[in-house]
């Protein structure tokens, strides 16, 4: 599966994530060809504090053996946070496709000094949704990093 | 609430998940006296890859206001991995009390490199549970932080 490929199903998650009234961030993990899950951020659809488009991405895919972990790319629409960059960096995934981190810039300079290969794609879709979110939800974005609303 | 009030209620909530078969691993999360809830590892009990002791806490919370977070405390019986560490710093929760950090070092030194305060216990309680849980089930501790089974 290429990063295109892959983002283009985080971009599918996170529209979907839009259509629910959530936060347009969406992420998907494959290993290699084998697709092993899909995630999107669901703090308004399920209340919840930790499920971001990574870490939801995660929880949907369960728990996996370590080695399988170690051979994947996990792609997001948007640069992760820093809860997803700390789950990233416990499962060892070694590659992360970033959507874009013009929005937001996340823990990837912390990602690539813990050996990680970070590739930012800089996707326009990936700005254009977040844009318009955030223009039309400010408090909600605030909440989901952590800033005062 | 004192630190040693917080701590035992992360240690009731890591003697229930070892009574459900779980990780014993809790949390418990504070603004000065008023306790805002706690959690535990529930990697075993919901199938969950996110379900660590402080995610779980910072879960069952729910959702709150940036300002909460940065009055709070959260106590854990076990040094912090790096996804709780993240989680730690993406709320800004400015302080943690860990029961022990010699069954497992996580992500102190870069909390406190971030200005968060941690105080290390170092309670008996904490390192006895751990410690007889991994004699008896190395292959799911190795699975919670991440490493080869």
């Given amino acids: 599966m290429t990063d295109e490929e892959l983002l283009a199903l985080a971009i599918a998650e996170a529209r979907a994530g839009a259509a629910e009234g959530g936060i347009p961030i969406g992420a998907a993990l494959a290993q290699g060809d084998r ?19 990574e870490t939801d991405c995660l929880e949907n895919v369960g728990r996996l053996p370590a080695s399988v972990y170690a051979g994947a790319t996990i792609a997001t629409t948007l640069s992760p946070c820093d809860m997803c960059t700390g789950a990233i960096l416990l499962y060892g995934i070694p590659r992360v496709v970033v959507g874009e981190n013009t929005t937001f810039y996340g823990g990837e300079d912390y990602l690539r000094s813990r050996g990680v290969e970070v590739v930012v794609v800089d996707d326009e879709q990936c700005k254009a949704m977040m844009r318009d979110f955030i223009a039309a939800n400010p ?5 989901d990093i952590g800033e005062p609303g």
Avoid: D
């Avoid at 899950?37 to 659809?45: C, L, S, Y």
């Avoid at 408090?139 to 909440?143: A, D, T």
């Fill in 35 to 53: 697709l092993l899950g899909v995630g999107r951020n669901r703090r308004v659809q399920l209340g919840s504090a930790i499920r971001h488009g």
């Fill in 139 to 143: 408090q909600l974005w605030n909440e």
